[in-house]
């Protein structure tokens, strides 16, 4: 096989760095550049989902997230006024050994990525920018600049933009960012606080000066977000200071904290937004470069991460020569939706936060402390927040023969035991798995193109085999990220699979 180009990779944030470690894995060479002058400082995103971690568990084992010095397992959520506690929201699951949410600053997420990508020998490119690009038959020609070694140009055969709300490639391919911003101002602050608090449990103070949101960034660290409500013509814009926060504590919250030391303070507006397609040709957007929304619900970097996992095993299908590439529009085809979803959704949400009517405040307070209360709850909160509910029935990559229960191509494969051990822990290896329950029939196909296909044998009464409905001699095939591609009763029928998507 003639050796490949790299690919490029423009934003070294959490989902360029994603993209760029899962396509290394694959055995694509990857260049990756950014502007900036190095990895982030700050804190922004805090919680990795559960459904993050397992789609990277493969190549990203959890534990190197988990073990992060700066990482706390997510139990729940606290809803509290300015005068008492409304409830709890019990978020994590006890018989997963999953995490629902692991809380790390992105600065820590990143570290993570960073470290990795450098065992594979790859080598973040900072102080350096895309400036313009052209759009060839063969691939993408790029002038980049590097602070240390000035302007050059360089062909790729595939772009991969990963560079933000503001992104360059968006605006050079002249790309509609079709939304809305919300005419609301809101503030942000991360702070030390004197007293012991519990790192595990996120809280939602509901006042009447508006929704105070706080985020724990370790046992004595936290993070505040407020709607300050609509901008005002008299009002000073501009990031608040320490003592704003402070008298925000004192008279919106009954957690009596006193703040020690500030770290980052901002305001910030949120925009709702999403580009019409994920793909235009060789060039492929992820992240907020191709979805930005209001942080409620936390979606917004795992939404990135996944898209990162899904492009990068059919990126690398593609620029291998193993599949053609309209394989590439699945990534459009399956991610988009999600992105719409997380977008709507966490707009209501946020709606729902920056409430001013007192009557209508009441009401949600009164209605949340009725659901708190509701032992059913927390299982239906769960999998959208842990993004372990995500699907992509119906598509065209889940168009294969359908299994016996409840779970069907498109769908996660469940988070269940096999020999005593997660499922999870024997799919960390590049490529796809086929599940098969019992021996089987030998003649299952062994690669993809040039790449390996794991064969699992599943104890016929096992909760695994049992959970996907398969009868003796039947499989399942697991995609490279996590996701059901098709059952199949016979070799044949997982031949005619593969070649319908992969020839």
């Given at each position: 096989m003639?050796?490949?180009?790299?690919?490029l990779i423009?934003?070294a944030?959490?989902?360029g760095?994603?993209?760029a470690h899962?396509?290394?894995?694959?055995g694509?060479p990857?260049?990756?550049i950014e502007a900036?002058?190095g990895?982030?400082?700050?804190?922004k995103?805090?919680v990795?989902?559960?459904?993050?971690?397992?789609t990277l568990d493969?190549?990203?084992?959890?534990?190197?997230?988990s073990?992060h010095?700066?990482?706390?397992r997510?139990?729940g959520?606290?809803?509290q006024?300015?005068?008492?506690?409304?409830?709890q929201?019990?978020?994590?699951?006890?018989e997963?050994?999953?995490?629902?949410?692991l809380l790390?600053?992105q600065?820590a997420?990143?570290?993570?990525?960073?470290?990795?990508?450098r065992?594979?020998g790859?080598e973040?490119?900072w102080?350096?920018?895309?400036?313009?690009f052209?759009?060839?038959a063969?691939g993408i020609?790029?002038?980049i600049?590097?602070?240390e070694?000035?302007?050059s140009?360089?062909?790729?055969p595939w772009?991969?933009g990963?560079?933000?709300?503001?992104?360059?490639i968006?605006h050079?391919?002249?790309l509609?960012f079709?939304?809305?911003s919300?005419?609301?101002?809101w503030?942000?602050?991360?702070?030390?606080?004197?007293?012991?608090s519990?790192?595990h449990f996120?809280?939602?103070?509901?006042s009447?000066?508006?929704?105070?949101g706080?985020?724990?960034?370790g046992?004595?660290?936290w993070?505040m977000?407020h709607?300050?409500g609509?901008?005002?013509?008299d009002q000073?814009?501009?990031?608040p200071s320490?003592?704003d926060?402070?008298?925000?504590l004192?008279?919106q919250?009954?957690?009596?904290w006193?703040?020690?030391?500030?770290?980052?303070?901002?305001e910030?507006?949120i925009n709702e937004?999403?580009?019409d397609n994920?793909?235009?040709?060789r060039?492929?957007l992820?992240g907020?470069a191709?979805?930005?929304?209001s942080p409620?619900?936390?979606?917004g970097?795992?939404?990135?991460?996944?898209?990162a996992?899904n492009?990068?095993?059919k990126?690398?299908l593609?620029?291998?020569?193993d599949?053609?590439?309209?394989?590439l529009?699945?990534?459009?085809?399956e991610?988009h939706?999600v992105g719409?979803?997380?977008v709507?959704?966490?707009a209501r949400?946020?709606?729902?936060?920056?409430l001013?009517n007192?009557?209508l405040?009441r009401l949600?307070?009164?209605?949340?402390?009725?659901?708190?209360?509701?032992?059913w709850?927390?299982?239906?909160?769960?999998p959208?927040?842990s993004?372990t509910?995500?699907?992509?029935r119906n598509?065209s990559?889940?168009?294969g023969?359908r299994?016996?229960?409840?779970?069907q191509?498109?769908?996660?494969?469940p988070?269940l035991e096999?020999?005593?051990?997660?499922?999870?822990?024997?799919?960390r290896?590049p490529?796809?798995?086929?599940?098969v329950?019992?021996?089987?029939?030998a003649g299952?196909?062994n690669?993809i193109?040039?790449?390996?296909?794991?064969?699992i044998?599943?104890a016929?009464d096992?909760p695994?085999?049992?959970?996907l409905?398969?009868?003796?001699?039947?499989?399942?095939?697991?995609?490279?990220?996590?996701?059901i591609g098709?059952?199949?009763?016979?070799?044949?029928?997982?031949?005619s699979?593969?070649?319908t998507h992969f020839?």
């Amino acid at each position: 096989m003639p050796e490949l180009e790299p690919i490029l990779i423009v934003g070294a944030g959490p989902v360029g760095l994603a993209a760029a470690h899962r396509l290394a894995w694959h055995g694509c060479p990857v260049r990756i550049i950014e502007a900036q002058s190095g990895p982030t400082s700050l804190s922004k995103a805090l919680v990795v989902w559960q459904r993050s971690l397992e789609t990277l568990d493969a190549s990203l084992p959890m534990d190197r997230f988990s073990r992060h010095a700066e990482a706390h397992r997510l139990h729940g959520a606290i809803l509290q006024t300015s005068e008492e506690t409304i409830g709890q929201l019990h978020l994590d699951d006890p018989e997963s050994a999953t995490p629902t949410g692991l809380l790390l600053p992105q600065s820590a997420t990143e570290e993570v990525l960073i470290e990795r990508l450098r065992e594979q020998g790859v080598e973040v490119e900072w102080n350096t920018s895309l400036i313009d690009f052209q759009v060839e038959a063969d691939g993408i020609a790029c002038q980049i600049r590097s602070a240390e070694n000035g302007d050059s140009t360089a062909h790729f055969p595939w772009v991969v933009g990963a560079d933000g709300a503001h992104s360059r490639i968006r605006h050079g391919l002249k790309l509609a960012f079709p939304g809305e911003s919300v005419d609301r101002r809101w503030i942000l602050g991360d702070f030390s606080i004197e007293q012991e608090s519990d790192p595990h449990f996120m809280r939602a103070c509901l006042s009447d000066g508006g929704m105070i949101g706080l985020f724990p960034v370790g046992r004595h660290r936290w993070r505040m977000i407020h709607d300050t409500g609509e901008p005002r013509p008299d009002q000073d814009p501009g990031d608040p200071s320490t003592e704003d926060l402070q008298r925000l504590l004192d008279e919106q919250t009954s957690t009596g904290w006193k703040i020690r030391e500030s770290f980052w303070l901002s305001e910030f507006f949120i925009n709702e937004r999403i580009v019409d397609n994920y793909r235009h040709g060789r060039i492929l957007l992820a992240g907020d470069a191709a979805h930005v929304h209001s942080p409620a619900g936390g979606q917004g970097m795992n939404t990135g991460l996944q898209d990162a996992v899904n492009l990068a095993w059919k990126l690398a299908l593609v620029a291998r020569g193993d599949a053609a590439p309209r394989l590439l529009d699945s990534y459009h085809e399956e991610r988009h939706p999600v992105g719409a979803h997380v977008v709507e959704t966490s707009a209501r949400m946020i709606r729902m936060a920056m409430l001013r009517n007192p009557l209508l405040r009441r009401l949600r307070a009164f209605m949340l402390r009725h659901l708190l209360s509701r032992p059913w709850l927390p299982p239906r909160i769960r999998p959208f927040l842990s993004e372990t509910d995500i699907s992509y029935r119906n598509q065209s990559l889940a168009r294969g023969h359908r299994g016996n229960a409840g779970v069907q191509p498109g769908d996660r494969l469940p988070d269940l035991e096999e020999a005593g051990q997660p499922i999870y822990r024997s799919l960390r290896h590049p490529g796809f798995t086929i599940l098969v329950a019992g021996a089987g029939d030998a003649g299952w196909p062994n690669t993809i193109g040039d790449q390996a296909l794991v064969r699992i044998e599943l104890a016929l009464d096992g909760p695994l085999a049992q959970g996907l409905g398969l009868q003796a001699g039947e499989a399942v095939l697991v995609r490279p990220d996590a996701y059901i591609g098709t059952f199949a009763r016979h070799p044949e029928d997982l031949r005619s699979w593969l070649q319908t998507h992969f020839s």
